[in-house]
C-alpha cells in the first residue's frame, strides 16, 4: 500500500503537500461490461498526452466461485502458476543436489592433478635449481605413495601388502617412501637402505608397481575423469543459473496477479459486502494510478528549459560518503568530475526526502540504500529530459519544481445477472489532484523503487538467493561472511576502519548547504522569539527554498481554479464524465 504524505506536519518553506478540497470528488459509473475498461485504458493514454508520466502502484482481483468462467480464467492460472512454481523449485533442489554429487568427485580429482602438477613443477626446476626441484618433487610423491599405499596395495592381499607384511619388516613402509624413481633393482636399494635381499627384492618390486600404477594407470585416468567431471559440474551449475532465470518470470506472474482474499481489509470488506458475492457471479478488481507533471504557477517558472545544468552531487544534496558510494555504484551516470543534472530546485535531496526514507523501508519492508535515493532523483531527472523542447512527442514540460500531482484509485466491479446480463460499476474513491513540491516528488519515485526492490526480494528469498538476518534481507554470500568472517574472508578490522572513515565523510557537505542549515538556525530561533512575545512573522518561521505563504500565495495563486491542480483535476474529472456520457457534461477534446 502507498505510504499516505500528508499525514506529516510540514515546516513552511520546506515542502509542499496539499490537496484543495475543491480537487477531491467520488467518482461511479455503473456501464455495460467492457465500457469502464476502455474509459481507463483512454484516460492513460490520454494523461501521456497531457505531458504526465503515469505508474500503477498497487494492485488487487478477487472473483466469486459462482462467477465461473472468470474464476477459471483468473484464479485457476494462479493456481496454475503456484504448481509451476514448485516444480520449478524442486527442479533447482534436485539440480544442486546433482551438482553437489558432482563437486564431490570434482574437488578430489583436482585434490590428484594437484599432486602431479607438483610432480611436472618439480622435474622442470630440477634443470635449474636441483633442490628446490627435487624438494618439490619429493613432496608430491611422497602424497601419492601414501594414496597407493592405502588404496591400492592394500587390495594386493594377505602377506603382500605392505601394511600387512610391517609387523615382519616394522621399516618397510618408512623404506619404501625412501626410494626413487631410479630405486628398481634389488640388490642396490638393499646397498642403500641398509636392508636384507629380501625386503630389498619387495621394495624393488613394490616401486615397479608404484612407477607403473602412477604414471600410466592413475595419471591418464585422473586427467580424463577430471576433464569430463569439470564439464558436468559447469553443466550442473550453469542448469541451477538457468532454472532460477527461467523461474524468475513464473514467480513475477504469480505476484503480480494478487488476490484480494491477502489483506485483511479486503476480506473484511468482501464479508459484509452486500452484493451477496457467494450468491451471485461477481469479481471485483482494484489499482491505483499515479501521474504527475511539472506546472508554472504565478507567472513563475514559465521557461522550458532546452537542456540541464550539471553540479556537484554534493550540491545535490549528497553528503561525502555518499558521493564515495555513488562513484563506485553509479559511475555510469555520473561525470568524472563527479557532477550530475540539475533539477529546478538544488539540493533535491533534502531533510524532507530523509525524512521519509525509515517509513518506506518500514512500509515496504526493503532497505533503502544511497544508490536507491540517487535512482529516485534520477528517475525526475530523466522525465525533464525526455520532456525538453524536441526531445518529447508530448507536451513539454516546464522548468518548475511545483507538479500537479494526480490520484486515481479504481475500483472495478463485474456483475452476472441470472438472465445473463453482465455490467460493471467503476468506483474512483477519491480521484483527487494535489499541489506536490519537487522533494514529494521524489519521495514517491522513491516507493516506486522500493516497490520493484520488494518484488525483486521476494523471488530471491523464493529461489534461495537472499536470506534474513537480524531482520533485514541480505544476498547469501553477504549473510555468511557476517556469521563467519574469518572463515570467508571478511577482514573484520579493515571493515571497521572503512566503516570509520566513511563515517567520518558524513559531515562534509556543500557550501551552500552548510550556509542554509545556518541562516535556518538563526531565522528558527528568531521565529520563536516573535511567536513568544505574540508577534508570528511567517518569514522567521518559514525555512526552505518553496513558498510559504499560505494564504497570500499557495491558497490564492497556486491552487486558484484556473492554476495547477485545480485546472487539472477539473480535466481529469471532465474527460471520465464525458466519456461515460454523464448528462449536462460536454466537453470537446
Not at 567520518?504 to 522569539?529: H, T
Request: net charge neutral.
Amino acid at each position: 500500500m502507498a505510504l499516505p504524505l500528508r499525514d506529516v506536519k510540514l515546516i513552511p518553506g520546506k515542502g509542499i503537500c496539499i490537496v484543495p478540497k475543491e480537487s477531491e470528488e467520488f467518482l461511479s459509473f455503473t456501464t455495460p461490461l467492457g465500457k469502464a475498461s476502455g474509459v481507463v485504458t483512454s484516460l492513460l493514454f490520454q494523461f501521456r498526452k497531457w505531458g504526465y508520466v503515469r505508474y500503477k502502484v498497487d494492485e488487487s482481483i478477487w472473483v466469486s466461485p459462482v462467477f465461473k468462467t472468470y474464476y477459471d480464467l483468473v484464479i485457476s492460472q494462479r493456481e496454475q502458476l503456484q504448481a509451476s512454481i514448485k516444480a520449478g523449485l524442486t527442479s533447482i533442489s534436485q539440480a544442486i543436489s546433482d551438482f553437489e554429487l558432482v563437486w564431490h568427485d570434482l574437488r578430489k580429482y583436482k585434490e590428484y592433478l594437484s599432486h602431479f602438477e607438483k610432480l611436472e613443477k618439480g622435474k622442470m626446476l630440477m634443470k635449474e635449481k636441483k633442490e628446490e626441484g627435487e624438494k618439490l618433487f619429493r613432496e608430491a610423491d611422497t602424497t601419492l605413495k601414501s594414496i597407493f599405499i592405502d588404496q591400492v596395495d592394500i587390495h594386493t592381499g594377505e602377506g603382500v601388502a605392505l601394511k600387512l607384511i610391517a609387523p615382519r619388516w616394522p621399516t618397510i613402509i618408512v623404506d619404501f617412501m625412501r626410494l626413487s624413481d631410479e630405486d628398481v633393482e634389488a640388490d642396490k636399494i638393499s646397498k642403500k637402505l641398509k636392508v636384507s635381499e629380501a625386503e630389498g627384492v619387495v621394495l624393488a618390486t613394490k616401486n615397479k608397481m608404484y612407477l607403473e600404477w602412477r604414471d600410466k594407470i592413475f595419471f591418464p585416468a585422473v586427467k580424463e575423469r577430471y576433464q569430463r567431471l569439470k564439464g558436468l559440474a559447469e553443466a550442473r551449475k550453469k542448469s541451477i543459473e538457468e532454472y532460477k532465470n527461467m523461474l524468475k518470470p513464473t514467480i513475477a506472474r504469480y505476484k503480480m496477479i494478487v488476490d484480494a482474499l491477502e489483506k485483511p481489509e479486503a476480506r473484511k470488506g468482501i464479508l459484509i459486502s452486500p452484493a451477496m458475492p457467494y450468491a451471485q457471479a461477481i469479481s471485483g478488481d482494484t489499482v491505483t494510478i499515479w501521474a504527475w507533471k511539472p506546472f508554472a504557477p504565478s507567472e513563475k517558472y514559465k521557461i522550458t528549459k532546452e537542456s540541464l545544468d550539471a553540479i556537484p552531487l554534493l550540491e545535490a544534496g549528497f553528503n561525502g560518503r555518499e558521493v564515495e558510494e555513488l562513484k563506485k555504484t553509479r559511475a555510469d551516470k555520473i561525470t568524472k568530475g563527479g557532477e550530475v543534472l540539475a533539477l529546478p530546485v538544488e539540493p533535491s535531496i533534502d531533510e524532507i526526502v530523509r525524512s521519509y526514507i525509515p517509513q518506506i523501508e518500514k512500509n515496504y519492508g526493503v532497505k533503502i540504500t544511497t544508490e536507491d535515493v540517487f535512482d529516485a532523483r534520477q528517475m525526475l531527472v530523466e522525465q525533464f529530459r525526455y520532456a525538453l523542447t524536441g526531445l518529447s512527442p508530448v507536451e513539454a514540460w516546464v522548468w518548475s519544481p511545483y507538479f500537479v500531482f494526480i490520484h486515481v484509485p479504481l475500483s472495478r466491479t463485474v456483475v452476472r445477472t441470472p438472465e445473463g446480463v453482465e455490467i460493471e460499476d467503476l468506483e474512483i474513491e477519491n480521484l483527487y489532484s494535489a499541489l506536490y513540491t519537487q522533494n514529494y516528488i521524489i519521495v514517491r519515485c522513491l516507493e516506486l523503487i522500493a516497490k520493484e526492490k520488494q518484488l525483486e526480494n521476494y523471488i530471491n528469498l523464493l529461489l534461495g538467493e537472499f536470506g534474513v538476518s537480524e531482520k533485514k534481507i541480505e544476498s547469501i554470500e553477504d549473510i555468511v561472511k557476517e556469521e563467519f568472517p574469518s572463515v570467508y574472508g571478511l577482514d573484520v578490522e579493515k571493515k571497521a576502519k572503512e566503516e570509520e572513515r566513511m563515517k567520518s565523510l558524513e559531515k562534509i557537505k556543500s557550501v551552500k548547504i552548510r550556509r542554509m542549515e545556518f541562516i535556518d538556525r538563526i531565522r528558527e530561533a528568531f521565529g520563536k522569539i516573535f511567536e513568544e512575545i505574540g508577534f508570528p512573522v511567517q518569514f522567521f518561521r518559514a525555512f526552505g527554498p518553496y513558498e510559504f505563504t499560505i494564504q497570500q500565495q499557495i491558497a490564492k495563486g497556486y491552487m486558484a481554479a484556473g492554476e495547477g491542480p485545480g485546472r487539472e483535476f477539473v480535466k481529469v474529472r471532465d474527460f471520465l464524465k464525458t466519456h461515460f456520457g454523464v448528462p449536462g457534461v460536454e466537453v470537446k477534446w
